[in-house]
């Protein structure tokens, strides 16, 4: 089944302390990235990848990274969360970058930060 | 640069009454167009997008859209709701031009249905 993967859906952590969401399509798609929910502001896409080891900075990239070393794979790393990024992530993929590829979500990841 | 505005944050209708949820876009280029739906606690599922050719654009589940250039509107409607419709949609514009692939969301139209 295509699909797009993240782990974990859900995650509680503390201020400070280093955590990465893993994100993985079956689709062989060369466009991933990640957004973030906000109730009242929609989804804000934080980083996108257009192939391997092609990253850029969305609209909201402070207090974030990401790597693309393989095709499939696509995490998000909060290297020093706050409680400012307690959100519902989404990661996303499609055929290529641009507007006409529909982007496939994963099911989402629900960070708290206390 | 693109936007989008949805106008209703909240729309209520009873079940088999039509569904009107409203967007509007600014876009500098021709924008491609889509709505998404997302259930309670669920990922977001492309409903239908519009990319340059037939205006009125049908998607899933008896949902269409059209695209008014005049009026830079793309507004979603469907005939006669039904309980399963109750989720949150969100419209969605990206710069045809552009090729960094970025979605820019509205910030999404929650509708309940009554039976």
């Known amino acids: 089944e295509a699909q797009v993967t993240q782990n974990p859906r859900y995650l509680i952590t503390v201020t400070g302390k280093k955590l990465t969401v893993t994100c993985s399509q079956n689709m062989n798609h060369e466009y991933m990235s990640w957004y973030r929910q906000d109730p009242g502001l929609g989804l804000r896409q934080i980083y996108y990848s257009m192939n391997v080891e092609v990253t850029d900075k969305g609209d909201v990239p402070e207090g974030y990274k990401v790597s693309r070393k393989e095709k499939r794979n696509f995490p998000l790393i909060l290297e020093s969360p706050s409680p400012n990024q307690t959100s519902l992530y989404f990661c996303?993929?499609?055929?290529?970058?641009?507007?006409?590829?529909?982007?496939?979500f994963g099911p989402g990841t629900r960070l708290t930060v206390t | 640069a693109q936007s989008v505005t949805q106008l209703d944050s909240h729309v209520s209708v009873s079940e088999g009454t039509p569904v009107l949820l409203r967007c509007n876009y600014s876009s500098s280029y021709s924008p491609s167009l889509f709505w998404y739906v997302q259930h309670p606690n669920k990922g977001l599922q492309l409903l239908l997008k519009?990319?340059?050719?037939?205006?009125l654009v049908k998607g899933i589940n008896g949902f269409e859209a059209e695209f008014k250039k005049s009026e830079t509107s793309f507004h979603l409607t469907k005939p006669s709701a039904h309980m399963s419709d109750a989720a949150e949609y969100f419209c969605?514009?990206?710069?045809?031009?552009?090729?960094?692939?970025?979605?820019?969301f509205g910030k999404g139209t929650k509708l309940s249905v009554k039976p």
């Open positions: 969605v514009v990206s710069d045809r031009w552009g090729s960094q692939g970025n979605l820019i």
């Open positions: 996303a993929s499609s055929l290529s970058g641009g507007p006409n590829y529909e982007q496939y």
């Open positions: 519009y990319t340059s050719a037939a205006t």
